[in-house]
C-alpha cells in the first residue's frame, strides 16, 4: 500500500477502546447484521450485500453504517460466543448496536472488540483486503 516509512495511519473515534490486527474487509454499503450475517459461522449471508459470501469472522469489518434495529445487538453476541466474530469494526457513524455487543459480550464472555467512527474521508482510504491494526486510542494503521 505504501513504504513502512510512510505507512497510512488513520485515527479514528473510540466507540468501544481496544486493539485487533487482521485483514480488512470494506464495503460502502451499509449491512444489516438480522439476516445478513451468519451468527455461528461468521459468513455475511446477505446474498444482495456487496460482501455476500465474505468470513466476517477475524476481520475488521469496515462499513459505512449499519441497517436494522437492536438484533445487530444480539446477533453479534451469539458470534462472540460462537468465537466468529469480527476482530473489530469501523463506520463512519457512531453505532450504538455496535457499541453495546461488545460491551455485553465483555460482560458475559470477556471477549469484547474495538468500534471505531472515522470521517467519510478517512473510510474512503481504506482499501478493501487491506491488512492494519487498530491501537488502542483509536489509531489505525495499515500493514
Not at 106 to 135: C, N, T, W
Request: glycine content about 10%; some cysteine.
Amino acid at each position: 500500500m505504501v513504504n513502512r516509512h510512510d505507512q497510512l495511519q488513520i485515527q479514528g473515534r473510540v466507540v468501544i477502546d481496544g486493539s485487533a490486527t487482521a485483514t480488512i474487509r470494506k464495503s460502502n454499503e451499509p449491512l444489516s447484521f438480522w439476516g445478513g450475517f451468519d451468527q455461528a459461522t461468521g459468513e455475511i449471508i446477505d446474498r444482495r450485500h456487496p460482501l455476500s459470501g465474505v468470513m466476517g469472522a477475524g476481520c475488521i469489518l469496515a462499513i459505512p453504517f449499519t441497517r436494522g434495529s437492536s438484533t445487530t445487538t444480539s446477533i453479534l453476541i451469539e458470534a462472540v460466543r460462537a468465537r466468529v466474530a469480527p476482530a473489530g469494526i469501523i463506520t463512519t457513524e457512531v453505532d450504538a448496536f455496535l457499541a453495546l455487543a461488545s460491551i455485553v459480550a465483555d460482560e458475559m464472555y470477556d471477549a469484547s472488540f474495538p468500534v471505531l467512527s472515522v470521517d467519510q474521508d478517512a473510510f474512503d482510504k481504506i482499501v478493501d483486503g487491506s491488512r492494519a491494526r487498530i491501537h488502542r486510542g483509536g489509531r489505525i494503521t495499515f500493514l
